[in-house]
């Protein structure tokens, strides 16, 4: 099986935008111009997947939000494609009412309820507008396809709503039933039924076993979502495995200072959506800092289509910075042989035929038209990422972020104490949340509990850096608790959270030289390259999915993690379900997830790929595939925002899985499939 969750994705969304025809744009002609009215959670589903062209191409000359007032376009059909919410429900209905579109194609991002389909009906009769409403669709889209092999629910702060002491049953009811329609809209479009397995006695197993139910409940109904010869995978003779894991499980990943392009592109740059927004920046004259300040922020998309974003994603930063230089060299010598082509002309003193001169000329001239449009977009995307090593570089320069890698590295491999801790947080580099992170990792990391005298230790330091260490509390408090499920430090060669401590480490000088000589050349910055890629550790997560994955009998995680299988009899999956070994992996984190967590996993399925004589080839020849997915992406800075909420709301006492205690509560917890 070949995962690729955006392309399976997008063409569910190119056939909403053309009212579910499945043979592409309308024929109608009447029917070619449409209106596209979005919720914000949609418009965040569109957008990492269609730009403004590819709306365009589909007929597509509005996109409107539905909570904004909108004016009456009486003579064009509408698309809507939102939410399933009794507000949105009431938006709708007022739509239709009044008369705002010649006819409205309704299309939900999950299955719309009994309940909102009455209060849809009963409106639409009540406002004498029922002959609006042409066709209403479950689409099953609800996620986000970041990457191919990647994806996001975007539930904000789940991992607060979560863990929250204080909250509410049916906050954390909401939150969960969110979650099991996201992971079931991805089964749904992917149209496959996996295996599922997840640690027992929490947050996972809870959305495991609904999740079960609600994949049994679909198999049992009249029309079987994932019979339908459209979505194709789900014919295939091997089914995959879905690893489902609480952030608890492994704290210490989501905090980590990452050091290869993609992980840092997101943590260092604030990528959103796949989209980066960078400051302008102020020139060395006077006056310069005002007019950086009234410049406009510039704005840049990565995704699939970027062969550089691609290619170079998980790559360390100095080697990103190296092959931006040979692009760049590349795209120079090809512009070049296209001016020598068309200035090419008889040598001199010879005999010229003015026609034969034409022909070669024509010839040399159309030749160079052709390619100087995909030259134009490969200069065009190599500014681009010439932009992000730029930014990149000041903020490694100014927050010495390959030194709290290294650090953090060391840390987890169990090479560093806390005195290295120590001075790495008081130094001159680096900002709250860099010394915060680091701490939580130290901690996280320690096996067994430290003393009060090294945690007192610690939180004075912090402090006098003028650190907020509420987060540090409630780490602490997790720990004490033993809610967190890190292991102890695993070496294993190639793989893992990225390079080596110490090999980050001796880019320090490198990258001051580099600072002063990224205008003339990035390749200098990677003089030392082959000392950033030694020595990498296996994480936590990556340990625990291979082991599942390769149906080890003996580890602790596929002996003793619960088993799901929507397709057995209820209560009769055993691990005789969960043998493996699985080519089709599927991991997803419940309280967040990040770029550096999901490049270890696909290490990972690389180096198992290379080992069985597949490399290069993957899941299309039988190889390994990973779709990673969590409920929201979070850079390591966010996630410790969350973690001193919780602080805060928890009075930095106790600490814990709240969703836990409403399952033992209600009886969810048994060790048993939920039924």
């Not at 239709?96 to 299309?107: D, F, K, Q, V």
């Not at 609800?142 to 789940?158: K, Q, R, V």
């Not at 790559?315 to 090809?334: G, I």
């Not at 340990?543 to 003996?554: C, I, R, S, Y």
Request: proline letters at 4%; aromatic letters at 6%; one cysteine or more.
């Amino acid at each position: 099986m070949v995962f690729n969750i955006r392309q399976k994705q997008s063409d569910v969304l190119l056939k909403v935008l053309n009212l579910n025809s499945p043979s592409g744009p309308g024929k109608d002609p009447g029917e070619l111009y449409k209106v596209l009215v979005l919720d914000r959670y949609s418009k965040d589903i569109i957008a990492p997947l269609l730009r403004l062209n590819d709306l365009r191409r589909n007929g597509v000359t509005l996109h409107l939000m539905l909570e904004a007032d909108r004016q009456p376009i009486p003579d064009v059909p509408a698309v809507y494609l939102v939410q399933p919410s009794t507000s949105n429900i009431d938006r709708i209905i007022a739509d239709a009412a009044g008369s705002l579109y010649e006819s409205m194609h309704l299309n939900f991002t999950s299955s719309l309820p009994s309940r909102l389909l009455e209060q849809l009906a009963s409106g639409a009769v009540r406002s004498n507008a029922v002959s609006k409403v042409n066709k209403i669709f479950d689409q099953y889209v609800s996620f986000i396809a970041l990457e191919p092999n990647m994806f996001s629910l975007g539930l904000a702060d789940a991992y607060v709503q979560l863990n929250d002491p204080a909250a509410a049953e049916a906050q954390i009811e909401a939150m969960v039933n969110n979650i099991v329609d996201g992971l079931f809209s991805v089964c749904v479009t992917m149209g496959v039924v996996p295996i599922i397995r997840c640690p027992r006695g929490g947050a996972a197993e809870h959305v495991a076993g609904m999740l079960d139910q609600r994949l049994r409940d679909a198999l049992k109904a009249r029309s079987n979502l994932f019979s339908e010869g459209v979505l194709g995978l789900s014919a295939s003779l091997s089914r995959p495995l879905l690893c489902l894991f609480d952030r608890n499980f492994d704290l210490a990943a989501g905090l980590a200072h990452g050091w290869t392009y993609k992980p840092m592109v997101h943590d260092v740059l604030g990528m959103k959506l796949n989209r980066i927004t960078l400051a302008a920046e102020a020139g060395p004259g006077p006056g310069s800092a005002a007019a950086a300040a009234a410049a406009k922020p510039r704005a840049y998309d990565v995704d699939d289509r970027d062969f550089f974003w691609e290619a170079c994603g998980s790559h360390a930063f100095p080697k990103v910075a190296e092959e931006v230089e040979t692009q760049l060299q590349r795209y120079k010598q090809a512009v070049d042989e296209i001016n020598a082509r068309t200035a090419a002309g008889a040598a001199e003193g010879a005999y010229v035929d003015g026609d034969e001169l034409l022909r070669a000329a024509t010839a040399s001239l159309m030749s160079a038209v052709s390619s100087l449009p995909e030259l134009q977009e490969q200069k065009k995307t190599l500014d681009k990422h010439t932009n992000l090593a730029t930014a990149l570089l000041a903020s490694i320069k100014a927050r010495g972020l390959d030194a709290w890698h290294s650090t953090g590295e060391d840390v987890l491999a169990g090479r560093a104490d806390l005195a290295a801790v120590l001075k790495q947080i008081s130094g001159p580099r680096g900002n709250a949340a860099d010394r915060l992170r680091l701490a939580c990792v130290w901690l996280l990391s320690y096996e067994g509990m430290p003393s009060d005298a090294d945690l007192g230790e610690l939180e004075r330091v912090l402090k006098a850096a003028g650190v907020d260490t509420t987060a540090l509390a409630y780490v602490r408090s997790l720990k004490r608790n033993n809610l967190t499920g890190a292991r102890g430090p695993e070496s294993a060669p190639g793989g893992g959270m990225g390079g080596s401590g110490a090999a980050a480490q001796s880019s320090g000088a490198l990258l001051d030289w580099a600072d002063k000589t990224l205008g003339q050349g990035l390749s200098h910055v990677t003089k030392s390259i082959k000392t950033l890629v030694s020595g990498a550790r296996v994480a936590p997560l990556t340990g625990a999915v291979e082991a599942l994955a390769e149906g080890k009998a003996g580890a602790p995680e596929y002996d003793t993690y619960a088993v799901f299988d929507p397709k057995a009899p209820a209560g009769r999956a055993g691990l005789e379900r969960a043998k493996g070994p699985f080519r089709d992996v599927m991991v997803f984190m419940i309280g967040g997830g990040s770029y550096l967590e999901r490049e270890g996993l696909v290490a990972w399925a690389a180096r198992s790929n290379a080992s069985a004589g597949t490399v290069g080839a993957g899941a299309a020849a039988g190889g390994r595939a990973i779709l990673y997915g969590a409920t929201e992406i979070l850079s390591g800075e966010e996630l410790a925002s969350q973690l001193a909420e919780l602080g805060r709301r928890s009075g930095q006492g106790q600490a814990g899985c709240h969703l836990r205690q409403h399952c033992l509560q209600r009886g969810r917890l048994t060790g048993d499939p939920v039924e």
